[in-house]
């Protein structure tokens, strides 16, 4: 995995948008609006990919390490995190679901 | 969240107004998910819900929905279904709601057995006016009207449902996400009234005054106390102590019901 990550970008990984970045197995995001800072997804990644932030969030600090179990997007209760495995079909919401 | 599934949120309405590590999020995302996977068409969808914290639930929701009066989701529910029975509907209540403020209406419920599905917040207090003692308030903890511990027991809800004549009794805590959102989508497709209790965490209500501590330390409480009911069921009755079964209790795979 780690053989595979691509440089991570400092803008993002400083989170100004969130933070997103290329990572080993699967690109993970955080929604910096919808992030209270919890912990959950710092404690229970058993990959330890995200580390706590000083304004109280979180961020990916370790992007390479992720495996895209999915574990902290299930358990995110800010619904803040995407993890989206790579090179995998994703099922399509019904029609009309997507619009807001 | 899943790209596929935000087109079930209200976006504009997050971030929501639950506490930090608040575990209703959790059944609120395993609920989506629950819908998106029975690929149900959203105008054949509502979605009631009552007062309360849990009951927040159905704002955040991109589908038609009533945020009904306390305790009395279930009754609006029962209307919405009646009128238009081609209508799926799910029915979010809070502990307090459903089985203190709404308890008569629930045994009711489940008596009729009309084709509801009540997805019941289960955290052990009344999170939202300060963490009063709830029904489902288990027996010594402390609660801000039980500040020396609570002397009551608590309602056995899956029994109690079962008892009033549910047809679909589940329970899934919010760290065993998969089931619970196997046994919500389950609870939706069965034909009758189904209940599932989610248990959740409340870190500020209810953890804070338990010395539970952090989200983390909530979810992994629940991955250590709750076991599979059939694996309950072979415990002997020591090894049970400090255990709570989860999983399908009606239509159940054993014939027994735990002690």
Not at chain 1, 31 to 47: A, H, N, T
Not at chain 1, 51 to 57: A, L
Request: hydrophobic share 40%.
């Amino acid at each position: 995995m780690a053989g595979r990550a691509a440089p991570w970008p400092a803008a993002v990984c400083g989170y100004t948008g969130g933070g997103e970045g290329p990572v080993g197995g699967a690109l993970v995001r955080v929604d910096e609006k919808r992030c209270k800072g919890c912990g959950i997804c710092v404690g229970l990644c058993p990959r330890r990919v995200f580390v706590p932030d000083e304004r109280g969030k979180v961020r990916v600090g370790r992007p390479e390490e992720c495996v895209a179990c999915g574990l902290c997007d299930s358990l995110c209760p800010d619904l803040a995190i995407t993890v989206e495995p790579r090179g995998k079909g994703r099922k399509e919401a019904p029609a009309g679901a997507a619009a807001v | 969240m899943e790209e596929a599934l935000e087109g079930y949120l209200r976006s504009g309405m997050l971030p929501h107004m639950w506490c930090a590590g608040c575990g209703n999020g959790i059944v609120l995302h395993c609920l989506i998910r629950a819908l998106h996977e029975l690929e149900l068409p959203r105008e054949k969808l509502a979605v009631v819900a009552g007062i309360g914290c849990a009951g927040r639930a159905a704002g955040y929701l991109n589908l038609d929905t009533l945020h009904a009066t306390h305790g009395r989701a279930l009754t609006f529910a029962t209307g919405v279904k009646l009128a238009n029975p081609d209508l799926t509907v799910v029915v979010l209540m809070g502990d307090g709601d459903a089985t203190a403020i709404g308890g008569n209406h629930l045994i009711h419920a489940a008596r009729r057995d009309l084709d509801l599905t009540a997805v019941v917040f289960n955290n052990s207090i009344y999170g939202m006016t300060g963490g009063q003692h709830s029904p489902l308030t288990p027996q010594g903890s402390i609660s801000t009207t039980a500040p020396e511990g609570s002397n009551q027991r608590p309602f056995d809800l899956p029994h109690l449902a079962r008892g009033a004549g549910a047809g679909f009794v589940a329970r899934a805590t919010t760290y065993h996400h998969r089931l619970l959102t196997r046994l919500i989508e389950n609870g939706i497709r069965h034909r009758g009234f189904a209940l599932v209790e989610a248990v959740t965490y409340c870190p500020t209500a209810f953890g804070r005054h338990n010395k539970m501590g952090s989200p983390v330390e909530g979810l992994r409480w629940q991955r250590d106390h709750f076991v599979d009911i059939e694996k309950y069921m072979g415990l002997p009755e020591k090894d049970r102590i400090g255990k709570e079964p989860m999983g399908l209790f009606y239509p159940a795979p054993e014939p027994e019901w735990p002690d």
